[in-house]
């Protein structure tokens, strides 16, 4: 079982939460530049996967011990699935709520409907493997809560399936890390991976 990986984020919130998630189950995780492989290339992949491996690749270059990548975003119904892989370029840092509350004006309930997804890439000796979660919910009508990060304080996460039945009407940037990671995209993915390294399942 792996003990100890690099992941490939220039991302600080991206990081602490998975350390939250993996820190319990035994694994120690370094941050690239940490490993001292600082690098931010070009997320040029049109999917989650691609731009996942994209970035491990690059540190994974550089430092010879396991890599795991996060690439994530959130998916929107009503815009077609934006901003999806990009995610984090679709408004200036710290922005992103407030474009996406103004885009979603007048849009009723019903159609509110959005999924953040997550894939993790782990690179090592043995090849490269994929590992995904998606979080449920619906866009809110105003920013709500200071925990979390990005589209977190607008973002309602609701049970798999059901655009009815949400979690109350917190947003995940109400909730606690422990709530949040155990429902979030980012800690099913990261489920996935750990049953893959623990032998109860196989990669995508
Ligand atoms: P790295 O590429 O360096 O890992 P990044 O922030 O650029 O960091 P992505 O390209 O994967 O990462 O973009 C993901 C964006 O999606 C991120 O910047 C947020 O805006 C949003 N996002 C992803 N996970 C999120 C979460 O758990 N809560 C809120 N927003 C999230």
Redesign the pocket.
Known sequence: MISKLVM????E??LR?VREILKPLGIEVISQREAGADC?PE?NGTT?AE?AEI?ARAVWETVNVPVI??????CVDALDGRPG?F??R?APKGE?CEKLLEEMSGVPDSERTAF?E?CIVLIDGGGVRFFSGSCYGKIGYQKKGAN?????PV?VPCEEGSSGMCFGDRT?AEMSSEE?NRI???GRALKNFYKYLSGERSAE
């Open positions: 490939a984020t220039n991302n919130n991206k939460e931010e997320e989650f731009n970035k990548a996060d690439d994530s975003g959130l892989v995610s984090a679709y992103e953040f997550c979390g990060f990005g589209y977190d973002f995940l949040k979030s995209h980012r």
